[in-house]
């Protein structure tokens, strides 16, 4: 098994992006909008800035999301692959 970081696996859902960032802002909008249906208990999920951060291999690829720990998108969130990823 691969080796999860301590943060990407602190919510079910985590996003690395960047201020400014449109493309961080509609994955974003996918992401609460999947998460809400399935509620918090089961979908907690956090936004990471990773403006000045040691994550920079994903700079170039925001928004980078994972799920349950593993990477699962970079640079779109696809809503029906979401949904698939959470078991709903």
Not at 23 to 38: K, N, Q, S
Not at 49 to 66: A, I, L, Q, S
């Amino acid at each position: 098994m691969a080796y999860t970081p301590e943060w990407a696996s602190r919510a079910r859902v985590v996003m690395l992006g960047k201020p400014g960032c449109h493309l961080c802002e509609d994955a974003w909008a996918v992401i609460e909008r999947v998460t809400a249906e399935l509620g918090a208990s089961r979908a907690r999920h956090q936004l990471d800035d990773v403006t000045g951060d040691e994550r920079e291999e994903y700079w170039d690829k925001v928004p980078v999301t994972f799920v349950d720990g593993r990477r699962h998108d970079f640079w779109r969130v696809g809503e029906d692959r979401l949904r698939a990823a959470l078991g709903n």
